[in-house]
């Protein structure tokens, strides 16, 4: 027997945390890692927030889980200040991020199915999309390697290239639901969508009763420096999955809809054994009770601010390495002129962790929990990396 008990499907590393302490985790040996990976932008309050891990202890004492045939007090809390903190009227809350966005297909496609039109069955979405590895999430992408060896795909999406408004309602055909994008990719490369592209493609679905789904399961929950990234481009989507740091570590995603978008999902549409069971709604109250007001977005604007002027600075000093700073808020990519998964892998064993993307990008996500000595350390830090790092012959 050769194949390992975990399924060999991580390229794992040496870094192996048994241990988390704010924006630090330790190893099993003791090892200190300062954490900018936020576990992919998921560990938002950091690793061992007492407010949350006391939110969680409590209620894991109190029910862990019940079916979802019976009422939810806990669900109706935390769908209630949702509906309250966004453009959403309703939620129906998943374990993960590729389940949000699978509840966001369905929920598109039964739109227009309620509506008597059940030919509208496609979505059109972006190139370098990653929207999940379930079968529909990896056939919403045209990224190769999520999806080589797993066909047939689900048909009804359709591809074209992100940030291309021309190309986007050139693909527009009586088929069309309605556009699935992130508007902020983040395994693509950190690459922040236009305005006035997504301002069109607002207008393409006001213009042709077509839903506009957004995919902030990256992006959102306080990333950016909003409660939700859409905030920053004037429009509203009509569909929006979240996910990663909204349980703050807690699996929890949620797939929010207006009344109007959510007219189909009616009773036995969709549904999920542990989605929303009262342990993830108290993690998702517990984030919520941190992040959603002014004065907290406020900070991660001003460190996102600062973590990016920072690292702008220090580009010139290694400018034969890094290129330029993109992203928005404390979603930050660092665009490499080497392979950026090398110089990631490298980082790790000097005790700092980032995390690789497409396009040669190297990812910044630390805790929105951050102060300045962490920016000062990290950028330091990479500063002193980037000076004896030598480019592996593998990745010239
Ligand atoms: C991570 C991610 C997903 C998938 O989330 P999982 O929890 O891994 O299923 C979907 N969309 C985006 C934009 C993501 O970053």
């Not at 061992?48 to 109706?76: D, F, R, W």
């Not at 959102?220 to 939700?228: E, H, K, N, S, V």
Request: negative net charge; contains cysteine.
């Amino acid at each position: 027997m050769t194949i390992t008990p975990l399924m060999p499907v991580y390229p794992r590393c040496e870094v192996r945390p048994v241990r988390g302490e704010g924006v630090y985790l330790y190893g099993e040996n003791g090892e200190q890692y300062l954490d900018f990976a936020s576990g992919i932008a998921v560990n938002l309050l950091g690793h061992g927030h007492p407010h949350l891990t006391k939110a969680i202890q409590n209620q894991a004492a109190q029910l862990m889980h019940v079916s979802n045939l019976y009422g939810s007090p806990q669900g109706e809390r935390l769908a209630q200040r949702l509906v309250d903190l966004t453009f959403a009227d309703t939620v129906f809350f998943t374990n993960s991020g590729a389940e949000a966005v699978e509840c966001a297909i369905k929920t598109a496609r039964r739109y227009h199915h309620a509506k008597g039109q059940p030919h509208k069955h496609d979505l059109i979405t972006f190139s370098n999309a990653f929207h999940g590895r379930t079968m529909a999430t990896i056939s919403a992408t045209n990224q190769e390697k999520l999806r080589d060896g797993f066909a047939p795909l689900l048909p009804g999406f359709k591809v074209v290239e992100f940030d291309n408004l021309d190309a986007a309602l050139a693909a527009v055909d009586d088929h069309t639901a309605g556009f699935l994008i992130e508007p902020v990719q983040g395994e693509g490369g950190i690459r922040p969508a236009s305005k006035e592209f997504i301002q069109g493609l607002r207008k393409a679905c006001d213009d042709n009763d077509l839903m506009l789904v957004f995919d902030e399961v990256q992006c959102g929950m306080a990333r950016t420096g909003t409660l939700f990234a859409y905030e920053q481009y004037g429009v509203e989507p009509d569909i929006l999955a979240s996910a990663k740091g909204i349980g703050g570590g807690f699996p929890l995603g949620a797939c929010l809809a207006t009344e109007k978008a959510a007219q189909g999902m009616v009773i036995g549409t969709h549904g999920s054994t542990y989605g929303g069971n009262p342990l993830a709604m108290a993690a998702g109250e517990a984030v919520l009770d941190v992040v959603a007001n002014d004065e907290f977005l406020a900070h991660v604007r001003q460190m996102g601010d600062r973590l990016r002027a920072a690292l702008e600075q220090m580009i010139p000093n290694h400018d034969g390495l890094f290129d330029s700073v993109r992203g928005m808020g404390l979603m930050l990519g660092i665009k490499m002129k080497t392979d950026s998964r090398a110089f990631v892998n490298w980082l790790r064993g000097q005790g700092l962790l980032a995390v690789a993307a497409g396009d040669n990008v190297m990812r910044v996500l630390p805790p929105l929990v951050i102060d300045d000595n962490h920016i000062r350390e990290f950028v330091d830090r990479l500063s002193q990396a980037a000076a004896v790092y030598e480019v592996p012959a593998e990745a010239l």
